[in-house]
């Protein structure tokens, strides 16, 4: 499974951008799609995931202020990020887990929020 990302870049905080990850393949349905983050200095965390049923789960750093969405058919996964931080800034990762537990991540896209 190759994870493709896009839509990261530098923005001021208070703005918005959307992140997109695309995955490709693989015919086996993908359970669960999503995004983690890792800052400099940090561990990767979590940031949000959803499963092909929608189901979703949310970092309390972001909840209210990002949303994730994923289209089963084109096997593609959204993280719309508003209200921006600068504590949000990090290389975020897609991730993707197809069973029985096969586990992928994309090469990493940099966020960037200025204060």
């Known amino acids: 499974v190759q994870l493709v990302e896009s839509g990261g870049g530098l923005v001021q905080a208070g703005g918005s951008l959307r992140l997109s990850c695309a995955a490709s393949?693989?015919?086996?349905?993908?359970?669960?799609m999503g995004w983690y983050r890792q800052a400099p200095g940090k561990q990767r965390e979590l940031v949000a995931t959803?499963?092909?049923?929608?189901?979703?789960n949310f970092a309390d750093s972001v909840k209210g202020r990002f949303t994730i969405s994923r289209d089963n058919i084109k096997n593609t996964v959204y993280l719309q990020m508003n209200s921006l931080k600068p504590e949000d800034t990090a290389v975020y990762y897609c991730?993707?887990?197809?069973?029985?537990?096969?586990?992928?991540w994309g090469q990493g896209t940099q966020v960037t929020v200025s204060s």
């Open positions: 959803i499963t092909s049923g929608r189901s979703t």
């Open positions: 393949g693989t015919s086996f349905s993908i359970n669960v």
């Open positions: 991730y993707a887990l197809r069973p029985p537990s096969y586990a992928y």
